[in-house]
């Protein structure tokens, strides 16, 4: 019989006030986690949750009603290691921030993931340092606004997930917090996953976000409008997205786009990570659309239904000797043991 949400609350949450800022995600990341050790049975008296400093911090950290590590900034990686080497029958699950992770700790991440050390890690991809007042980190889009940006990001981000499977990790993963199923899923087979594990996961911050996408609107309607943005803005790579619409990136105003467009097909406008808002209009006779959509004032660009969407999925698995295993090999040998 599937358990309320209260019954999870109480068997693995410690009863305080949220840290969280209204909206955040990492209250629905917080819920993946503990339904994905629910579901596999797993003692949470022998789950270690490590994180450093920054947003993500606060998921584990005080929350998870189990032995929490709650380190210095970008150094989560490197006090997981330790923890995992000295006790490897620990569940060792590293929570750690796209700043906290890429950033600060950016070479600890890649150095774990070399080493295939049996550790889970959560990276939450927030798209900035949101807990300092939302600065560009590594993972800001090139031309995106933040307190430190204000005309634009001059940078380009790191792929991370790229990142982290190029340097070795024998799982890679890679969801949002509007793909809660697929999320959990993907922690539970992290969990099972005997080597580096990792999963990065696009996170809603109304508190930053509104500034880096140019969202208006009261604050309470911003956590979904960033969920839906996830959904519009993704795909799955391992099936595929389906065609039958273009957007039309507006010249101007959206709305003018948008009643410029009409009888073209079903069109609405919506929130895109790669285009700011833009009208999408649905018609499965795309070049016919894209000939009449080019040809308004209205509309600036015609984009294709793939375009700038950002892949998720799984990403790697396979299997490779494990370090904690081989310490424990060097040392028999270390004491002549056979």
């Not at 700790?105 to 774990?112: P, V, Y």
């Not at 799982?171 to 959990?184: G, M, R």
Request: proline share 5%; aromatic share 8%.
């Amino acid at each position: 019989m599937m358990k309320s949400l209260f019954e999870y609350r109480d068997q693995y949450v410690r009863s305080q006030p949220s840290a969280f800022c209204p909206g955040c995600g990492g209250g629905i990341i917080l819920n993946c986690f503990l339904r994905a050790i629910d579901d596999l049975g797993l003692d949470q008296d022998k789950i270690l949750a490590v994180s450093g400093i920054g947003c993500t911090a606060w998921i584990p950290s005080p929350n998870f009603n189990g032995d929490t590590l709650h380190t210095t900034h970008g150094r989560a990686i490197a006090f997981a290691t330790g923890a995992k080497a000295f006790n490897p029958d620990l569940t060792t699950v590293v929570f750690t921030g796209d700043g906290d992770g890429a950033g600060i700790g950016g070479n600890h991440l890649i150095h774990a993931a070399r080493r295939n050390i049996n550790l889970k890690v959560i990276l939450v991809n927030n798209m900035s340092y949101a807990m300092t007042g939302g600065q560009i980190a590594p993972t800001t889009m090139h031309g995106e606004t933040t307190v430190t940006s204000p005309y634009g990001n001059p940078e380009f981000p790191f792929d991370i997930t790229q990142l982290v499977k190029a340097a070795g990790a024998s799982y890679v993963a890679k969801w949002s917090t509007y793909h809660v199923i697929e999320l959990t899923n993907a922690i539970k087979e992290a969990l099972q996953h005997k080597g580096f594990s990792f999963i990065e996961v696009l996170s809603q911050c109304p508190t930053q976000q509104r500034r880096i996408f140019n969202l208006r609107g009261p604050l309470d309607s911003l956590p979904p409008r960033i969920l839906d943005m996830f959904m519009e803005s993704t795909y799955n790579r391992n099936r595929g997205s389906k065609g039958g619409y273009l957007y039309a990136v507006p010249a101007s105003d959206p709305k003018k786009t948008l009643d410029a467009v009409n009888g073209f097909g079903s069109a609405k406008i919506v929130d895109h990570m790669g285009f700011g808002q833009v009208v999408r209009v649905d018609n499965p006779d795309t070049d016919a659309l894209r000939a009449k959509l080019e040809a308004l004032g209205e509309v600036k660009y015609v984009a294709d239904h793939m375009e700038k969407k950002i892949e998720l999925g799984l990403f790697e698995k396979y299997e490779r000797p494990e370090l904690t295993e081989s310490l424990q090999e060097i040392i028999r040998k270390a004491r002549g043991e056979q």
